[in-house]
């Protein structure tokens, strides 16, 4: 069993940064595609980023040029970059792995997720 474990949340102004952090146990972590996901209250949850085992990353429209996802295959690791940050990126984040079916990607796992509050 995967177990994936987010940290790095907090409370930051608007125009600040914030680094998230998801540690996954296990040994497929290299095998794997893995995301950030976000829900904010009232809404419903949506893809933030991805990156594949080789590294291509994508991205949500309205994070391009801010966040920028990346991850340590040694360390088991995914990092979420999270630059000039702004209210509407408030949310829970959460960290997922998972595989793409027919080209669509699917989760397989989730962290048990971190708040990111953006506010003055």
């Known amino acids: 069993q995967v177990q994936l474990v987010e940290s790095g949340g907090g409370v930051v102004q608007p125009g600040g940064s914030l680094r998230l952090s998801c540690a996954a146990s296990g040994s497929i972590f290299s095998s794997k595609v893995m995301g950030w996901s976000r829900q904010a209250p009232g809404k419903q949850r949506e893809l933030v980023a991805f990156?594949?085992?080789?590294?291509?990353?994508n991205y949500l429209d309205s994070v391009k040029g801010r966040f920028t996802i990346s991850r340590d295959n040694v360390a088991n690791t995914v990092y979420l970059q999270m630059n000039s940050l702004k209210p509407e990126d408030t949310a829970v984040y959460y960290c997922?792995?998972?595989?793409?079916?027919?080209?669509?990607?699917?989760?397989?796992?989730w962290g048990q997720g971190t708040q990111v509050t953006v506010s003055s």
């Open positions: 997922n792995m998972g595989q793409f079916y027919s080209g669509i990607y699917g989760v397989n796992y």
């Open positions: 990156i594949e085992s080789g590294g291509s990353t």
